[in-house]
């Protein structure tokens, strides 16, 4: 596909999702930026959030992933299935019934103002490295195949994907993203299927036969039941998976304040329900997708792509859709659904960084509608440099398969957020609030601790993703160290 066309594609995106925002942007007010007024139609919320969940990471990384670990992360997929359900009928009612702008007021109201404080930090550096890990990935991609052939440097590419969400975002807020998402979320899936199609055709198959191919045997194995001592071993990667859900979509600011902009309780939690219905069905069909690029690359001897001299499975999906002969529409509905991954996780977490820097940290609600505006749009601007320098960073830092990396994080970040949460829904005590900062860190860095400990010493077994529910109990254990006394009826 040549620059031109290129060009001339991401130019018209970029114009339908600014025809979008003027269409939706509503008063230029915080309550609009923040919640949209809480007018969202759930159905809607439903559907855009699967673009934001799947985002860059499934998107480009489930596919390449599937040569090392197979169909195994469905395992995963499967107890993300489970924590939808409790986010949906534990935690939602909580947060309407609470009136919360950011989930972590719950914490001020039920553990203290430091709390509050520690639960938003924590959100905040998950939020920002889940984000830049998700950016970081579908920026390679279009720096190596698009922009590269045009001397951009990668640095470049990062601020101008930035600049172009913040371009967007910054008057419609939360608003604007609900119906960006589903935009973006069509054109994900859209790809994924005219690349099956496409590929099948090439490979003389349809679908049925594809699915019922040895080739298809040699890459779908799901279930890991050999040995407790794998990392990916069934019941560790299904609890995992529960409790990645529960964290990084019900306590995280970002996927809860699009289900926040429902009219009621009710919505949001049919929002979530149907939502995790599609989810698990979308991601395995990216899974499928992944088997069938591995297929098509041995049968065309296409080789793995080259990234710093070794191979990158994450880069084989955008390598047959652009450079290969499926054709055109291929290559220009990859090239849609890979912008719109980029922009589906960035967006909306720029706008939930901005949401929670402003009431958690900055308590904007006590002062007048003139400052507040002021001051959000100066954070607005604020965590998009922040985002600039993080994902320029991880080019230089990250060497892992971006799944299993922004998992693993995930582990000792939102593990103590877990632990506050848990303690305040699940006891009736109070804590010494001031003492809060020592539980949370000394947590998190015994977690880290733990996740380096050779398999070896552990008599072989390979620490996985229980790492998170692992952190959350400590931090549970360290609060109630530091509680008083029962004061709720």
Known sequence: MSPSLTLLIILGYFGVLMLISFLTKGKENNATFF??????????VAFGMIGASLS???????????ADSQFSYFQVVLGYFVGYFVVAYLLLPIYYKNNVTSIYEFLKIRLGRQSHKAGALFFFISRVLGASFRLFLVAIVMQQFIFDAW?????????????LIWVYTHKGGIKTIVWTDTLQTSLMIASVVLCIVYMNEALGWTFTEFLQSSELAAYNEVFVTDSFLERNYFLKSFIGGAFVTICMTGLDQDMMQKNLTCKNVKDAQKNMVVFSVVLVIVTGVFMLLGALLFIYADAQSISIPLMDGAPKSDLLFPEIALNDSLGTGVAITFLLGLIAAAYSSADSALTSLTTSFCVDFLGIDGKDQSKQLKQRKWTHIGMSLLLILVVIAFKHLLNRNVVDGLLTVAGYTYGPLLGLFAFGIFTKYTIHDTYVWWVVFLSAGITALIGTIDSELLWGYKIGYELLPLNGLITFLGLYLIKKKP???
């Open 35 to 44: 919640s949209a007024n809480k007018s969202s139609p759930w159905y809607l």
């Open 56 to 66: 860059g990471v499934t998107f480009i990384s489930v596919p390449g992933w599937v």
């Open 151 to 163: 001397n951009v440097p990668f640095e470049l590419t990062v601020v101008l994907s930035i600049l």
């Open 487 to 489: 004061t709720i009826e």
